[in-house]
Every structure is written in C-alpha cells, then in structure tokens.
C-alpha cells in the first residue's frame, strides 16, 4: 500500500466519524494506468482470437461464463 501510494497510485480517505478507518481508492493516476492496462489486455486478446471462427467464439464465450458464474457468484 505505501509503494501504490508513493506513486500516486491510490488515496487514503479518512472516516469523519471514527478516526480508526481508512478508506482506499484509486486516484486519477491509479485510474488511468488501470484503464491503460485493460485497454492493452483487451487488444491483445482480440489480436489472438481474430482469426478465430464463429463455432469457437461461441465456445469461448460459453467458457467465459462458466468461469464468471464460478468466481463471481
């Protein structure tokens, strides 16, 4: 946490009501370079599926949803 923050990355915010709680979040810098990384990802991912076909895509996608309903729910 001491590192993210040193580089901008993410903002402590202090509870009003209770002196021992801190919120974190990302700051505007922690944004972008989130929103940077995902972009990258994203357009490496499309770069490898574009050749692929339709029959496959579907069976990604049915993967994909397979994998969020575990983790997410």
């Not at 709680?21 to 574009?50: P, W």
């Amino acid at each position: 946490m001491r590192k993210l923050s040193e580089k901008d990355l993410i903002e402590k915010i202090h509870d009003n009501e209770d002196r021992r709680k801190q919120y974190i979040r990302l700051s505007k810098n922690g944004e972008t370079m989130m929103n940077e990384a995902f972009a990258c990802i994203q357009a490496r991912f499309l770069n490898r599926i574009q050749n692929t076909s339709k029959e496959d895509l579907e069976e990604i996608n049915h993967a994909l949803d397979i994998l969020q309903e575990k983790l997410f729910y």
